[in-house]
């Protein structure tokens, strides 16, 4: 069983950065990739990025390809995103999910993820 809560949402100016955390509970952290995703109005869940359990692997959106960082600190059980140069098109909830396994093809497929937090609200004004 693993719980995460998300934290580091909030409002910001278009061009802005901020940087979610997302601390993870459990003693396998590591053993867990993780995953950034969002889910605006209206629309379906989507990934913005993922990470392999030891960092050596990462994968990138194309809508955050460039101005996003995934990175994790397996020590402190905790997972981030750094965004910057955000829009208001990235306005929406931003969840963590894990799950045991990291498959490049798969990552994106939110049904593939087995832990999911609460979410946390990032809103980008114009």
């Known amino acids: 069983q693993v719980q995460l809560v998300e934290s580091g949402g909030g409002l910001v100016q278009a061009g802005g950065s901020l940087r979610l955390s997302c601390a993870a509970s459990?003693?396998?952290?590591?053993?867990?990739?993780m995953a950034w995703f969002r889910q605006a109005p209206g629309k379906e869940r989507e990934v913005v990025a993922a990470?392999?359990?030891?960092?050596?692997?990462?994968y990138y959106a194309d809508s955050m390809e460039g101005r996003g960082t995934i990175s994790r600190d397996n020590a402190k059980n905790t997972l981030y995103l750094q965004m910057n140069s955000l829009k208001p098109e990235d306005t929406a909830v931003y969840y963590c999910?894990?799950?045991?396994?990291?498959?490049?093809?798969?990552?994106?497929?939110?049904?593939?993820?087995?832990?999911w937090g609460q979410g946390t609200q990032v809103t980008v004004s114009s």
């Open positions: 990470i392999s359990g030891t960092g050596s692997n990462r």
């Open positions: 459990g003693r396998s952290f590591s053993m867990y990739a």
């Open positions: 999910a894990a799950r045991p396994d990291y498959t490049a093809r798969t990552m994106n497929d939110p049904e593939r993820y087995s832990y």
